[in-house]
């Protein structure tokens, strides 16, 4: 599989990637929403983790570009906050995030688990 991953945290992201490597899959990486969509451009994944909280993109404006792009690839979101104050509002990403892009599109909170988490996310993507 062939996996964006978007977070502006450098740690976090390098971490990600360790993991979807050895998990045998491939990778890029964006530091924001802009920069994933110039990837989404060129390149097709298999599956996108991003986080939400990021400067110069959040990954609610990622989630609308996918929506937009009728992007279909499993999508994994998270951040360490479960509100988040977008386009004047607070909306509880758990409830939103996959009632407004679909059940293709999970969130869960940063927490300890979040490498067990998405590697059980990776694990579970059927792929052709």
């Known amino acids: 599989m062939h996996v964006l991953i978007v977070d ?3 740690s976090l992201r ?3 990637v360790r993991l979807a490597h050895k998990l045998g899959h491939t990778t890029a990486v964006a ?3 802009w920069d994933a969509f110039d990837h989404i451009e060129k390149t097709d994944f298999d599956a996108i983790i991003t986080d939400v909280q990021m400067p110069d993109g959040n990954g609610i404006e990622l989630l609308q570009i996918l ?3 009728q992007y279909t690839a499993p999508v994994y979101v998270h951040s360490s906050e479960a509100k988040f104050y977008f386009q ?3 909306i509880d990403l758990a ?3 996959p009632a407004v892009f679909g059940a293709h599109t999970s969130f869960t909170l940063k927490d300890a ?3 067990t988490n998405i590697a059980e996310f ?4 059927d792929t052709p």
Not at 122 to 125: F, K, R, S, Y
């Open 8 to 10: 502006d945290d450098i």
């Open 14 to 16: 390098d971490s990600l």
């Open 31 to 33: 530091e924001n929403a």
């Open 67 to 69: 929506t937009r792009l």
């Open 88 to 90: 004047r509002e607070h």
């Open 95 to 97: 409830t939103h995030i």
């Open 113 to 115: 688990h979040i490498e």
């Open 122 to 125: 990776l694990t579970g993507i």
